[in-house]
């Protein structure tokens, strides 16, 4: 196991062998990657764990955490998933078309909660984790405006 975790975007990637990285600019943050006779000209930005790299006109966002680093934010991601009460909120304007669940249910994570309706497609909106429904704040055939709660779940 390598002792870092490198990311683009959501994606584990690694390094394949023979590829190197050598400093043209430290201070301005100008790297030349290579492996063998290819070599491109990178702008490296960036600190800690967050990064984007600039090649050929196009930012990279790059991720490089520890061990330790990787491990104490998904902890924090699945502690934030499962602490209190959870807003469910339109991503988008839409008309409510369905409720698929009612005040005091319990569901589980990815269960069907609600349609709408936005751009003649038909959008279902999924329980993010397990929980109780405290309250449906929008009922069938109701216009909702983007950000717009539309339950609380507990």
């Given amino acids: 196991m390598t002792p870092y975790?490198?990311?683009i975007g959501e994606r584990e990637v690694s390094t394949g062998p023979g590829w190197s990285l050598e400093w043209v600019d430290?201070?301005?943050?100008?790297?030349?990657?290579?492996?063998?006779?290819?070599?491109?000209?990178v702008l490296v930005e960036g600190s800690a764990t967050a990064w984007t790299v600039t090649l050929r006109g196009r930012r990279i966002p790059v991720t490089i955490r520890t061990w330790r680093e990787r491990i104490l934010a998904e902890a924090e991601v699945a502690a934030a998933a499962h602490a209190g009460p959870v807003e469910i909120t339109a991503t988008l304007p839409g008309l409510v078309v369905a409720i698929?669940?009612?005040?005091?249910?319990?569901?589980?994570?990815?269960?069907?909660?609600?349609?709408?309706e936005a751009m003649k497609m038909q959008n279902e909106i999924r329980a993010p984790r397990a929980g109780r429904v405290a309250s449906v704040l929008v009922s069938a055939g109701e216009t909702v405006a983007a950000g717009q709660v539309l339950l609380r779940l507990e």
Avoid at 26 to 41: D, F, N, P, Q, S
Avoid at 100 to 116: F, H, M, Q, R, Y
């Fill in 5 to 7: 975790e490198t990311r």
């Fill in 26 to 41: 430290r201070r301005a943050g100008i790297a030349r990657v290579r492996k063998a006779e290819l070599a491109a000209i």
């Fill in 100 to 116: 698929e669940t009612s005040e005091g249910a319990s569901v589980e994570e990815g269960a069907p909660l609600l349609t709408i």
